[in-house]
């Protein structure tokens, strides 16, 4: 059983989360099996980039690090608060140490910001939020990390992608890292992604 952590900020964007919880549930219901999500924040209510509440299954200090398999961060807005979580030391130590031991991290959007702060993407490939205007890819440079502009940039064991379209990829490449393709195949063709 992989056991995946969904790190949770105030502000995040409630669209990037849910592909998360349905893609992971549909492998739980009908597909191979084998993982469990469990939602984690630093607060016991968080309020998503449009207001929308939620309360997860556990805050941090309840969770044992060492449990977990995967992390997946949804990304959110400043505006709604996002960066003041996801910058907080505490949220940072957990990714420090999913990525101390390897273990497989899945980011959608300004999420990989949090990746930069907290250090691990020092001379690596990543991406973050390219839209026009957007100030997110120098801010992922600035954090030493060589940008890309595919939408979705693997390396190592790090997932980093563009922005809230790539969010149903990226679940489903979490799956197949951690099940297989075939598992992964058949769950996408049970949503209606494979004909």
Not at 69 to 94: K, Q, T
Not at 97 to 120: N, S
Not at 145 to 157: G, L, T, W
């Amino acid at each position: 059983m992989a056991k995946i952590m969904m790190l949770l900020a105030d502000g995040f964007e409630a669209v990037e989360a849910s592909v998360f919880t349905d893609v992971l549930g549909w492998n739980e219901m009908e597909g191979g099996g084998g993982t469990e999500l469990v939602t984690v924040g630093l607060r016991d209510r968080l309020k998503c980039t449009w207001n929308f509440t939620v309360i997860p299954e556990f805050t941090l200090g309840e969770v044992e690090l060492a449990e977990f398999d995967a992390l997946v961060i949804p990304g959110g807005f400043e505006e709604a608060g996002f960066y003041e979580d996801a910058y907080d030391p505490a949220f940072l130590d957990v990714i420090r140490h999913f990525d101390t031991h390897e273990k497989w991290i899945g980011t959608i959007c300004v999420a990989a910001l949090a990746l930069g702060k907290a250090g691990i993407l020092q001379g690596k490939r990543a991406t973050t939020y390219n839209g026009v205007g957007s100030v997110r890819q120098a801010q992922l440079k600035d954090f030493g990390a060589q940008v890309q502009q595919d939408p979705i940039v693997v390396e190592n064991h790090i997932i980093t992608s563009h922005n809230p379209s790539t969010s149903f990829d990226v679940a489903f490449l979490v799956l197949e890292k951690l099940t297989n393709a075939e598992n992964t195949k058949h769950v996408k063709k049970l949503m209606g992604f494979e004909k």
